[in-house]
């Protein structure tokens, strides 16, 4: 007896319906890149934020989505999280880049005080997050202050001058003179408040410099002003803490980091004289949060 077997074209799986790109969610994906450019937007005060975060998370297909309109953008993104919200960074081809010369035009700081500028937001990161613990310590809130962050780069500012004479070195060189180690000892030589009778803070002294360091990264929703003691005191923020990784490993910082910063709580910060610390070849602007 011959068994009778039916052969049939294998059924094709229908798509389900939720995995075809709609209009729909290609504007919830944008809109959620949108709200991620918003950095001092709170997703715990926004509840439609919040629902399109926790959709990225939960569907993944809707969050390959949201970071394609990201990437298309030219940004990257670097968490997407309750406490971070979408966080993202700007690549350096990106009409969302922040360059160094349109900082300096917006501060209306003097061409000549670019690399100053570039340090002040070096020495806020580093003095933020001293140690690799703390940077990677999600739950970590660094604190600086104005004073604190000017003191902090002037003690370097002694540090690199002891370490060149030590080695030989020109202490010396010229103000046009490139290279971040040239800016510290351009630092060193800056009033840090001014030369005004009562002593006030002028947008060229050091403390005014970094004054617009901390006040543009708190307008970028980096930072939180917590008070005025020591020029301003302030905050770091999950974003914040984001960024500074994202430029950890550049050669500027791990310079700065090298020289050996103490923290303290009060937003201020001590160096001690590290051993053994190797030459690091340095390009200019390195590690600064700007695309040149």
């Known amino acids: 007896m011959t068994e009778h077997v039916e052969w049939s074209e294998p059924e094709t799986v229908?798509?389900?319906?939720?995995?075809?790109?709609?209009?729909?969610?290609?504007?919830?994906?944008?809109?959620?890149?949108?709200?991620?450019?918003?950095?001092?937007?709170?997703?715990?005060?926004?509840?439609?934020?919040?629902?399109?975060?926790?959709?990225y998370r939960e569907d993944p297909p809707f969050g390959r989505l949201a970071d394609a309109v990201a990437t298309g953008l030219g940004?990257?993104?670097?968490?997407?999280?309750?406490?971070?919200?979408?966080?993202?960074?700007?690549?350096?081809?990106?009409?969302?880049?922040?360059?160094?010369g349109d900082y300096a035009r917006r501060?209306?700081?003097?061409?000549?005080?670019?690399f100053l500028h570039g340090l002040a937001h070096l020495a806020v990161a580093a003095l933020?997050?001293?140690?690799?613990?703390?940077?990677?310590?999600?739950?970590?809130?660094?604190?600086?202050?104005?004073?604190g962050v000017d003191a902090f780069v002037r003690q370097a500012?002694?540090?690199?001058?002891?370490?060149?004479?030590?080695?030989?070195?020109?202490?010396?060189?010229?103000?046009?003179?490139?290279?971040?180690?040239?800016?510290?000892?351009?630092?060193?030589?800056?009033s840090a408040t001014g030369a005004t009778k009562d002593a006030r803070r002028l947008a060229g002294s050091t403390t005014g410099i970094v004054a617009k360091a901390v006040a543009f990264l708190?307008?970028?929703?980096?930072?939180q002003r917590t008070g005025d003691e020591n020029g301003g005191t302030y905050r770091t923020t999950a974003r914040y803490q984001l960024q500074v990784r994202?430029?950890?490993?550049?050669?500027?910082?791990?310079e700065l980091l090298e020289?050996?910063?103490?923290?303290?709580?009060?937003?201020?910060a001590t160096l001690l004289a590290a051993e053994d610390i190797d030459d690091l070849e340095l390009a200019a602007d390195a590690g600064l949060p700007f695309h040149s």
């Open 128 to 147: 933020a997050f001293p140690r690799p613990e703390d940077l990677a310590d999600d739950g970590y809130i660094g604190r600086v202050t104005v004073n």
């Open 75 to 100: 940004l990257i993104v670097l968490e997407v999280s309750p406490r971070a919200g979408m966080a993202v960074t700007a690549a350096e081809d990106s009409v969302f880049a922040v360059r160094m």
């Open 246 to 254: 994202d430029m950890a490993s550049s050669a500027a910082m791990a």
């Open 14 to 55: 229908a798509a389900p319906a939720s995995a075809a790109v709609t209009p729909a969610d290609a504007a919830d994906a944008a809109r959620l890149v949108a709200f991620g450019l918003q950095p001092k937007l709170v997703p715990a005060r926004d509840q439609e934020y919040a629902d399109l975060l926790r959709r």
């Open 218 to 223: 708190t307008d970028s929703g980096f930072l």
């Open 259 to 268: 020289l050996g910063v103490v923290p303290v709580t009060d937003g201020t």
């Open 157 to 190: 500012c002694r540090r690199l001058e002891e370490r060149a004479e030590e080695q030989g070195e020109n202490t010396d060189p010229a103000t046009d003179a490139p290279g971040l180690e040239a800016a510290w000892r351009i630092w060193a030589r800056r």
């Open 107 to 114: 501060t209306s700081a003097d061409s000549g005080d670019r």
